[in-house]
Nanobody
Framework: QVQLVESGGGLVQAGGSLRLSCAASGGTLSRYTMAWFRQAPGKEREFVAGIRWSAGNTYVADSVKGRFTISRDNAKNTVYLQMNSLKPEDTTVYSC?????????????????WGQGTQVTVSS
């Protein structure tokens, strides 16, 4: 059983930056792929970025490529989402997810564990 706790959300002006953190515990993380998703009200959950914990390879959605990066700190069991050049349309709740797989899936159903989410608000 993996527990995920996100932090780092908040209010930022357009063009600004935020770094989200996802602290993971309770599992053998080297067996997992971690991902960030976001979900606006009334919309489906959208894949943002993923990382294989063991190998460290990443995949970032085209919608945020060049602005967002995902990374992990093995010593802290933490995954980060660095968000730069934020836009008002990035405003929503961001959630961290973990799936016991070696593939970075973009579908939310492929992930078994989820954090509670953190709100990101970008003002224009």
């Amino acid at each position: 059983q993996v527990q995920l706790v996100e932090s780092g959300g908040g209010l930022v002006q357009a063009g600004g930056s935020l770094r989200l953190s996802c602290a993971a515990s309770g599992g053998t993380l080297s067996r997992y792929t971690m991902a960030w998703f976001r979900q606006a009200p009334g919309k489906e959950r959208e894949f943002v970025a993923g990382i294989r914990w063991s190998a460290g390879n990443t995949y970032v959605a085209d919608s945020v490529k060049g602005r967002f990066t995902i990374s992990r700190d093995n010593a802290k069991n933490t995954v980060y989402l660095q968000m730069n050049s934020l836009k008002p349309e990035d405003t929503t709740v961001y959630s961290c997810a973990a799936g016991e797989t070696n593939t970075i899936y973009t579908q939310a159903r492929s992930y078994d564990y989820w954090g509670q989410g953190t709100q990101v608000t970008v003002s224009s």
